[in-house]
């Protein structure tokens, strides 16, 4: 299978929140990022989380991080359609190597 | 002042012929990464230099050469293109320390006819 799993797209209604799921293989991660990547644009960094954390809160964002799982989430709280985009899970690996997926298309409908 | 920056942004080519891309950063880092981007929207790393030596080399055709004449540039030049080639190619720098994290170019994007 795939090194990095993500559902390819999740619609939300503006105002609620998002939820971004994301399962990896590799348990060596020791940063685990979420880029954001908006149409005809490169990725921009949202938010990352340390492997020794459970959970980071960034502004309305949240990481959660089941390491036993090997499961990563983002939660968007209180969604606005400027939000629409690809989000993409990239666990770190040896040497600075970033392993992506094909990322979730976020929809925000207002 | 942009952060990571790449050119061309479009490059619309023919098979067969070589073409190069460049990209410069002016954050002070000290790692540069190409990655290439199909149209499925997967994201794969191709190569990492830092401080001007080859770090990461993935299984990529030897058809691609990255060059670095210095830690700020890090050039793709690609030789006889295929179609399999047509992709976006993203350039992205970083500094080496524990976190990593990696800032990208706004991509180029390869059509091979």
């Known amino acids: 299978g795939e090194d990095v799993e993500q559902s390819l797209f999740l619609s939300v209604r503006e105002g609620d929140s998002s939820v971004i799921n994301c399962t990896y293989t590799d348990s060596s991660s020791t940063y685990l990022y979420w880029y954001k990547q908006e149409p005809g644009a490169g990725l921009q960094l949202l938010t990352y989380?340390?492997?020794?954390?459970d959970m980071k809160q960034d502004q309305r964002l949240t990481v959660l991080l089941n390491k036993k799982d090997k499961h990563l989430s983002l939660r968007i709280a209180d969604t606005q359609t400027g939000d629409s985009a690809i989000y993409f899970c990239?666990?770190?690996?040896?040497?600075?190597?970033?392993?992506f997926g094909q990322g979730t298309t976020l929809q925000v409908k207002p | 002042d942009t952060a990571v920056s790449q050119t061309p942004k479009y490059l619309v080519t023919q098979m067969g012929n070589d073409k190069s891309i460049k990209c410069e950063q002016n954050?002070?880092?000290?790692?540069m990464y190409w990655y290439k981007q199909d149209s499925k929207k997967f994201l794969k790393i191709m190569f990492s230099?830092?401080?001007?030596?080859?770090?990461i080399n993935e299984t990529v055709p030897n058809r691609f050469s990255p060059k670095s004449p210095d830690k700020a540039h890090l050039n793709l030049h690609i030789n006889s293109l295929e179609l399999g080639d047509s992709a976006v190619y993203f350039c992205?720098?970083?500094?080496?320390?524990?976190?990593?994290?990696?800032?990208f170019g706004a991509g180029t994007r390869l059509s091979v006819l």
């Open positions: 989380i340390f492997s020794n954390m």
């Open positions: 992205a720098s970083s500094l080496r320390d524990q976190k990593n994290i990696q800032y």
């Open positions: 954050l002070g880092h000290d790692t």
């Open positions: 230099y830092n401080n001007k030596e080859l770090i």
């Open positions: 990239a666990p770190a690996r040896g040497r600075g190597k970033l392993i």
